[in-house]
């Protein structure tokens, strides 16, 4: 099955992004060599335990692009810091 150069982006909806890139990596290793991935993650699973740096990297690391997303009630000015 041939799937044509795309952009996907993995929206993760869960309280543990870290725990999931290695296997959103790998499954993009299996997939179109033309086609992009994004993984998103949500903020708030991330800043109160310190590590969003860290998941940023280990997106980065992984071969992705980095996607991340805010409840309505937190400011953008909070992730500001993480723009490149």
């Known amino acids: 099955n041939h799937v044509p150069d795309c952009h996907f982006d993995c929206h993760m ?3 543990e992004p870290e725990k999931w890139v290695e296997a959103v990596a790998k499954a993009k290793a299996t997939g179109d060599k033309g086609s ?3 993984y998103t993650f949500h903020y708030e699973a991330t800043e ?4 969003t740096q860290e998941v940023i990297d280990k997106i980065k690391a992984n ?3 980095v996607g991340l997303t805010i409840s309505p009630d937190t400011p953008v000015e909070a992730i500001l810091k993480y723009a490149d």
Do not use: D, E, F, L
Request: glycine share 16%; proline share 8%; aromatic share 0%.
């Open 13 to 15: 909806m869960t309280s």
């Open 63 to 65: 071969g992705m692009k």
């Open 48 to 51: 109160p335990r310190g590590i």
């Open 36 to 38: 992009q991935i994004s």
